[in-house]
C-alpha cells in the first residue's frame, strides 16, 4: 500500500468515525431527553384532557371527533372555497366582489366548524367536577382558539 492511498484511507477512516460517533450521540441525546418532551407537548386539542382520568379522555376525544364529523359538511365548504379563492386571485384580473362572497362563505364555514367544536368542549366541561373541571381548562389554554392568551386568575 501507497503512503498516498493510507494517507486517503485513514482520512475517510477519521470521516466514518467522526460522523458514525456524532449520529450516536444525537440518538443518545434524543432518547434521554428529546422525544418524551416532545410526546408530552401534545398540542392539538384532544390532549386538553390529558390530566384526567382514561375514560374521560376517551370520552372527550370521542365528542370531538363527533363535532368533526358532524361539521364535515362545513369543513368540506371551507376547504372547497378556499380552493376557490385561490382560484380567484391567481386569476389575471381580480374580482373583487367574487372575491368578497368567496371570503365570506369560508369564514362562515369556518365559524360553523369552531362552533360546533366548542359547543363539544362545552358539553364536555358540564360533565366534569369543580376541581377536574380547573384541571381542564388549564390544559385547554393554549391548545386551539377556545382560552388562547386567557389570563389564568391568581390564587388568593
Known amino acids: 500500500m501507497s503512503p498516498g492511498s493510507r494517507t486517503i484511507l485513514i482520512a475517510a477512516s477519521l470521516a466514518f468515525n467522526v460522523f458514525f460517533v456524532g449520529a450516536a450521540g444525537g440518538a443518545l441525546l434524543w432518547y434521554s431527553f428529546g422525544?418524551?418532551?416532545?410526546?408530552?407537548?401534545?398540542q392539538g386539542l384532544r390532549f386538553a384532557?390529558?390530566?384526567l382520568s382514561a375514560p374521560q379522555q376517551k370520552i372527550f376525544?370521542?365528542?370531538l371527533n363527533q363535532a368533526?364529523?358532524?361539521?364535515?359538511?362545513?369543513v368540506e365548504a371551507a376547504r372547497n372555497g378556499r380552493a376557490q379563492l385561490?382560484?380567484?386571485l391567481s386569476a389575471d384580473t381580480i374580482d373583487q366582489?367574487?372575491?368578497?362572497?368567496?371570503l365570506e362563505v369560508v369564514r362562515k364555514a369556518d365559524i360553523n366548524v369552531r362552533t360546533a367544536v366548542e359547543k363539544a368542549v362545552l358539553d364536555f366541561a358540564q360533565t366534569l367536577t369543580?376541581?377536574?373541571r380547573r384541571i381542564f381548562v388549564q390544559d385547554l389554554r393554549g391548545r386551539g382558539a377556545m382560552?388562547?392568551?386567557a389570563a389564568q386568575k391568581k390564587a388568593p
Open 147 to 149: 382560552l388562547r392568551n
Open 68 to 74: 368533526r364529523h358532524d361539521a364535515a359538511a362545513d
Open 61 to 63: 376525544r370521542q365528542r
Open 130 to 132: 369543580p376541581d377536574e
Open 86 to 88: 385561490a382560484t380567484l
Open 35 to 42: 422525544h418524551e418532551r416532545l410526546a408530552q407537548q401534545g
Open 49 to 51: 384532557a390529558q390530566h
Open 97 to 102: 366582489q367574487a372575491v368578497d362572497i368567496q
